[in-house]
């Protein structure tokens, strides 16, 4: 069936190097004819945008929290953040709904569920910049150390320890430990037939590895100390130190970590490769850990 008001006939369609515009300038000019509105002309369109009188809202459709709700939802959010107790996806959408119900503007969201929708979850994650990511870890005592007054405090005691004595860049060392398991945490995919009842496995030398400390020291320009590697055993066995780097400072413990035992024994270790002088001290830099005390 024909539509009313557009025309479609091959006579109606100039022909030449602008036959392109001149047909869609044609066919806009025909539609808005069977609608009984003027044509929207491009020109007049960026006027509207420059005198800044285009149209914001949605049409029928309304947000549900106004931009003053949304801002407090974003600036709580982001709050939370920064003390390390992020909003999950689905706490967030209850917080939400809780928040426009004591505003008394909660109807359009589920309220069997009692959650604010997904759409306006991604919505008001464009809006306001934020975006969900998979935290890592974090231990209260870090985090009560990591703190604006105890950065600051170190900073000015290094800036203060560098202009009392001029370090040069390859004298300034600093030093951590990290936990390597013997097995690995996470395993590559394998292929397997389909329908398996069985659990997937592959072999390792052991179902749950135990922890082993590695101390490693480095210097801004790139120069390191031979590393430390400390086993959870009794006794010494240097066997088990066969395939370690050579020059490898061999150490044991109960638990696998450090302690303040170890951190002498490692600190002459430091001393035996880095040869601190008077003419030339170094400068260690070392979290605060109590084993280091």
Request: some cysteine.
């Amino acid at each position: 069936m024909r539509e009313v008001g557009v025309r479609t006939h091959r006579d109606s369609f100039p022909v030449g190097n602008t036959a392109s515009r001149s047909v869609s300038h044609h066919i806009n000019t025909c539609v808005f004819r069977s609608l009984k509105r003027p044509p929207l002309l491009f020109s007049s369109l960026l006027s509207f945008i420059y005198q800044g009188t285009v149209p914001t809202s949605l049409g029928r459709f309304n947000r549900v929290l106004t931009d003053e709700m949304e801002m407090d939802l974003a600036l709580h959010c982001k709050d939370l953040d920064g003390m390390f107790y992020g909003f999950t996806r689905k706490r967030m959408m209850k917080v939400a709904f809780e928040y426009a119900g004591v505003n008394g503007v909660a109807g359009r969201f589920n309220n069997e569920r009692k959650l604010a929708g997904e759409d306006w979850l991604k919505s008001f994650y464009k809006r306001h910049k934020l975006s969900v990511r998979n935290p890592e870890q974090c231990s209260v005592a870090r985090a009560m150390d990591f703190k604006e007054v105890q950065v600051k405090r170190f900073y000015n005691n290094l800036k203060i320890c560098c202009m009392e004595t001029k370090f040069p860049t390859h004298r300034k060392f600093t030093m951590d430990e990290t936990c390597i398991s013997t097995v690995p945490n996470k395993t590559r995919k394998v292929i397997t037939p389909k329908g398996k009842k069985k659990t997937v496995c592959k072999l390792s030398s052991a179902e749950r590895g135990q922890t082993v400390t590695s101390v490693c020291c480095m210097s801004a320009t790139g120069v390191f100390v031979l590393p430390a590697m400390i086993l959870p055993r009794k006794r010494m066995n240097r066997l088990l130190y066969r395939d370690a780097p050579n020059g490898t400072l061999p150490l044991i413990s109960d638990t696998g970590y450090m302690n303040s035992h170890l951190f002498i024994d490692w600190l002459k270790h430091f001393i035996k490769h880095a040869i601190p002088s008077a003419e030339d001290p170094v400068l260690l830099i070392a979290d605060t850990n109590t084993s280091h005390c």
